[in-house]
């Protein structure tokens, strides 16, 4: 008896996993709207409520058979666009910070040869162009709760506050370059 009591506290103890996938609009650089696809791996532990850890992500561009993913927790995508013919995917590498120079590290800039995934200098890239336009608010309070439709640009925006999920993002939109200043008044020195 006692072994089956543990067995089953330890399987309330432990996370259930949830793959969470969605399509979202993406406006481009050049006023285009495109659909990229997007999925994420969330592990909640099961007697916990709110926001889980996510394990996975990836990021789909179906038109150039463009794929992106990875295991690092805390890396988030903000920004795709393609420019000069050239695919970009910015992303947080979790410990974003302003150097004494005046730059902003942490930031990881991808971009594709064909569909070789290749990395980028952010002094190379043309992040003057880009905005901040993908989703991050991609988690409800539980898995039932998490994104799993169309996410519109209106939506991204303004968020779904009728049903009370997902408060939106005022910053979406907004050029990378504007959101990189914010960041030197409000992140750590390195």
Known sequence: MRTIVLLLLASFL???SSRNQWDEDVQLSTGQV?????????LR????EGIGSVQEQWFHFKPL????HTENQLEIPLSFDVINDAPYLVTTLGGICSGTDG???G???????GQRQIEVPMAAAPLNKMTYNLHRDYQGLNSDDDTRVHQTLELKRTGWRGIGRFGG???QGKPLTQWEV???RQVRPC
């Open 14 to 16: 432990s996370g259930c």
């Open 34 to 42: 495109v659909t990229v696809q997007r999925e994420t791996r969330i």
């Open 45 to 48: 532990v099961l007697l916990a």
């Open 65 to 68: 058979k463009l794929t992106w």
């Open 103 to 105: 730059s902003i590290r």
């Open 107 to 113: 930031i990881r800039v991808v971009s594709w040869n």
């Open 169 to 171: 993002d005022s910053e």
């Open 182 to 184: 914010l960041l030197k």
